[in-house]
């Protein structure tokens, strides 16, 4: 949940210090656990975040991101693609905002993450928390943000959450992944139709299920799935 990276503190939104290394952790946890389910006919299922295949989400206030979204609004300011700004964004990559430099080393303050995604959403939450409409408006405004007049009637944590909903809509991440990270039907089918037909590899059904056809003469083919109670009522 990345919104508990974001503390309140003397009446001034922060990003916690240890944010980066939470969310390190709990990514090669989560590619530890995929690890352990091996399949020859998948590809890689680890997930990275310099790549995009993660999403950093607050479900409960409705907005998430990913690092290649965040990228996108820094590849013209460094003269970088859109890949190379991404990776930049995460691991040991670190800028030094007074000779404006990158390097392998640096403090917390300055690690790509924290400078190039953290801050700006700290600072949205602080101009939010503030109540300076005018200020927040143009900030959005410059990000590409269309807030109406009834966002701007709301405060406090309500306009935050609003604003952040409009910035970074978690459904914005979620179809990006979808999209550029899971298999298309046709080549998920390959290792998906043994499991959703019991008919032998050597059906025709099965050719036509594998390789995802359609067109004149192909058979129709329907899945049905039937939910049948157990003892225990599940």
């Known amino acids: 949940n990345i919104d508990q990276a974001l503390l309140l503190e003397d009446a001034l939104w922060k ?16 590619n530890t656990v995929i ?24 479900g409960k206030q409705g907005w ?12 013209s300011k460094f003269g970088v693609s859109l890949e190379k700004m991404t990776e930049r ?11 404006r430099k990158w390097t392998r080393e640096g403090v917390e303050s300055c690690r790509a993450f924290n400078l190039f995604v953290l801050e700006p959403i700290a600072r949205v939450f602080q101009v939010c928390a503030n109540g ?19 966002d701007l009637k709301l405060q406090g944590t309500d306009l935050i959450y609003r604003v ?3 910035w970074l809509p978690a459904s914005r991440a979620l179809l990006e992944m979808i999209i550029l990270h899971l298999p298309s039907p046709k080549v998920a089918q390959r290792y998906r139709a043994e499991l959703l037909s019991q008919a032998p ?13 359609t067109g004149p003469g192909t058979p129709l083919l329907m899945y049905i799935s039937r939910h049948v109670p157990t003892a225990d009522g599940k």
């Open 132 to 150: 300076h409409r005018e200020k927040l408006t143009k900030m959005l405004a410059a990000l590409g943000v269309r807030v109406t007049n009834d």
């Open 89 to 99: 964004l995460w691991g040991e990559h670190y800028f030094e905002m007074e000779n």
């Open 64 to 75: 998430a991101f990913t690092l290649s979204q965040f990228a996108r609004t820094y590849t």
């Open 35 to 58: 690890g352990e389910y091996k399949d020859d006919a998948l590809r890689d299922r680890l997930v990275h975040p310099d790549n995009g295949s993660v999403c950093f989400a607050a």
């Open 15 to 30: 990003w916690r210090p240890d944010t980066y290394a939470n969310a390190f952790r709990q990514v090669q946890h989560a």
């Open 164 to 166: 952040m909903q409009r």
């Open 201 to 213: 590899s050597d059906h025709p059904s099965s050719a036509v299920l594998r390789g995802c056809e």
